[in-house]
């Protein structure tokens, strides 16, 4: 018979659950692991991080602002309209939030298996390589300068001979883009969801030039356990979109540099600056309000660290890839929050999982959410 398998204790998830809290730059006063000093700007935040999922831009905004007490949504604005902070198809076919310094490593790692896992839809729309070609110099030349929505980027393609009915517009410009000539930089004028789309090579600030492909894995793979771990081999190939063997070889070169812990038979990795704080791990009394998609619960294959089994379904609701907005209390999620508008007010209304928060409990809810609704208004 099959030995049981083993999981992590509850002290030891609880642990895990709370160095990640650290790691990620969410205990006011405690830098983010990958930096010296508590992040001061949106692209501090996002930098620390490598990259935040940013499907939702409004909850991506959020996740970077609830990073940095203080900050309105204004100035997470102004971090896309000066190009310090940049979004683009990073990993796993979606929109990230990304430190544009990290661009073409990211793309040198990533975008293979990405146009791979697109090769199928991409035939069935009859886009071929030499039609990306053509629209690649299209779309450098009509986003240089001052950028262009995404109307017009469309407009360019469709008057460069190129149909765009139906999601053909959107498959040709992920496409463009995972070729690493387009990026989203600032906010269409008006709008607080939709982005200019800028021209790479202008909007981009010089850089060194790219590692190699294996160079720029090792770095992006230090970087997710520094500011990501405690988390395992397996959560780290997850968020990259990759499979486990290169991601493997990279943790096994970078043993010397990683510290590590065997929890309930996995090898969790992290930041050699945690290691000094396993027995007493920060945030036993930190509450967060936190957006759906937040890195904190959607950076890892198995979130069962900070979220409860029993509990998923509440978070994503129908497994349709909705991710609600989380309340964390002490490193584990106990319960959703909603926003609601009447007229121009918005109220934000805290959904426990179970019973009803003490009164001390639901004053710490509140301020959290209070603090979301200021730094939308700021």
């Given at each position: ?40 700007t949106p692209a501090d935040v996002v930098a620390a991080l490598g990259m935040m999922q940013a499907q939702d831009l409004p909850q991506a905004c959020w996740a970077v602002g609830v990073r940095l007490p203080g900050a309105g949504l204004s100035r997470i604005h102004a971090a896309l309209a000066d190009g310090s902070v940049i979004r683009c198809w990073g990993a796993r076919g979606t929109l990230m939030l990304i430190d544009p310094r990290l661009h073409g490593s990211l793309l ?271």
């Open positions: 018979m099959a030995a049981p398998p083993h999981h992590p204790t509850p002290v030891q998830r609880n642990a895990v659950a709370r160095l990640r809290l650290a790691a990620q730059g969410l205990l006011p006063g405690i830098p983010a692991a990958t930096l010296p000093v508590p992040a001061t040198a790692v990533t975008a293979q298996r990405m146009n791979a896992k697109m090769a199928g839809t991409r035939a069935q729309e009859d886009i071929t390589e030499a039609e990306l070609g053509r629209l690649a110099d299209v779309a450098r030349e009509r986003c240089a300068g001052t950028g262009a929505t995404r109307a017009e980027l469309l407009r360019a393609f469709e008057d460069a001979g190129s149909s765009i009915e139906g999601q053909r517009g959107y498959h040709l410009i992920v496409a463009v883009s995972l070729r690493g000539v387009i990026v989203q930089g600032p906010m269409e004028p008006g709008s607080e969801t939709r982005q200019l789309f800028m021209a790479a090579g202008s909007w981009l600030p010089e850089t060194e030039p790219h590692p190699d492909a294996g160079a720029a894995l090792a770095m992006l793979v230090r970087g997710y356990f520094d500011s990501h771990g405690p988390a395992t081999v397996a959560d780290c190939a997850w968020w990259l979109g990759l499979p486990l063997t290169p991601v493997r070889a990279a943790v096994a070169a970078l043993d010397p540099v990683l510290g590590s812990a065997e929890l309930g038979g996995d090898t969790f990795h992290f930041a050699a600056r945690h290691r000094e704080r396993w027995e007493h791990p920060p945030g036993a009394r930190s509450v967060l309000a936190l957006p759906g998609f937040d890195e904190f619960l959607l950076g890892y294959r198995d979130r069962s660290v900070t979220l409860p089994e029993e509990h998923t379904q509440v978070v994503t609701p129908g497994k349709n890839g909705i991710f609600l907005r989380t309340v964390v209390a002490g490193g584990e999620t106990i319960g959703t929050w909603e926003v609601e508008n009447s007229g121009k007010a918005r109220y934000a209304r805290f959904v426990p999982f179970a019973g009803e928060p003490t009164p001390a409990r639901a004053r710490a809810v509140a301020a959290r959410m209070d603090s979301y609704l200021r730094f939308r208004n700021a």
